[in-house]
């Protein structure tokens, strides 16, 4: 155990001299650079109880000649193996779902890799450089390909060869020398990152046989003007789209449940999208800088929209949400400045407080079917008119999100009673914050006679009137309002049932 600086589990350096070594059963974690530049290692057994092996910890191996993972190995880091020159073979075991990146960059003398069928991601350089690697079997379930995981081999350089599409295993790893129209073959089931990442190319059609369209694969493909996403594709990755600037329109097929962050940012020409059914959220900054996009079609099934993911969409004007969504998170619909109208449906239970942040141009706001327009929003607006929390005060005042020091709003509150008189919350509001109420329905030039006439005939603020009836009643003499005059003393005699309504004023 001399050998070994072991911490909780964890193996943290390794102070041996080289030659066979054996890791003692007690270690579950290989900390990061624990074996690094042991060059005097030749052989390395690691036991089942590891889990986890942390990036570099076999970096410059040079010596090591032959290493055992055991079943059970959960994760490995980047880089554990790089620039072990002497490494000849290497088996994965099937526990192991992922090979990062740079895992086996530069292991000249790997002639030999074992790959199992729980495989499914190989990421960017993690056999790039095996200079001597010849063969290899792919798994048949892989769902990510990082970009140049076989470069500089000589198995990978034989693809080359064969075609300006790199395929092998129903794999797509290249087509970076391909120009036009692309036609993907059938039986084609991924698309590695960065495979597409030319201006060259016009127009592609993804066959329905493909699953994984991996992240960045059409990055700054600015002349794509056409593109087809046929049904049968379910993953679309990070940025697999953004910088694609010739694309005016975008239809997504049922089949589509997942795309990454940033699919489609910066599209500036894209006017058109349709969203797959198979979808529950629009990650972040899936459309943010579509400078041109105008015509946006969301189906039922979204249930959340992310971080900005529409953020700098300068032409949108109008946004309505479907019935079922949930969530809008901060800044989704940032600096949308031809925005005018946005519907949110009743199912609505969070929404940020800066979600329409710079969105000056909106003039009507729907809720529950609850319409506000110029007076109430200007109203709201008038402190910061970019501002866009009167969209919260709203749902506040509905009691349908949960928001830390967000009090009722008075017209937001008297907007949704004259929406839905019998609603019993906006009732006990109103009735909680009766003076300040009042104060919005009296405000100068802007009397509101016949929100007034519905508060009084609903008979829901009785007890709240008898309070200040009178006082009100002077108001209405002093400034010679006579029609609200004659309004408070009816008011005062028919419902509130004060027999002598002249025993303080006169007619």
Known sequence: MKDFKIEDGTLVRYLGEGGAVTIPESVDRIEEDAFANCRRMTSVTIPGSVKTICSRAFLNCTGLTAITLPEGLRDIGRSVFEHCTGLTSVTIPESLTSIPELTFKGCTALTSVTLPDSLTEIDGCAFC????LKDIKLPPALQHLGENAFALTPWYEALQKAGSLVISGGYLFDARHCTGKVEIPD????IASHAFTTPLITAVTVPGSVR???DVAFYKCWNLTALTIEEGVTHIGEEAFSCCTGLTSVTLPDSVTHI???AFSYCVGLTSVTLSKGMTSITEEMFSDCAALTDLTIPG???????SAFEFCTALTAFTAPEGMTCIEENAFRSCSALTSV??????????AWAFTDCEKIRMIRV?????????IDYLKWESATDPRYFLYLLVSYDMVKVEDAPPDDPIILTAFKACPDDERTIACIRSHFSSMLSWIFEEDELDLELLRLMMNSGKFNDNFRGCIDDLIEYAIDEELHELQLLLMNYKHEQLGFPDITDRFEL
């Open 212 to 214: 994984y369209i991996n």
């Open 301 to 307: 099934t979204i249930r959340k929209i992310e971080r």
């Open 368 to 376: 529950r079917g609850i319409e506000l327009h110029h007076k109430e």
């Open 187 to 190: 039986g084609v089931t991924l």
């Open 260 to 262: 990454g962050d940033g």
């Open 343 to 352: 519907t949110l449906p009743a199912s609505m239970t969070e929404l940020n």
């Open 129 to 132: 450089a095996c200079l001597n």
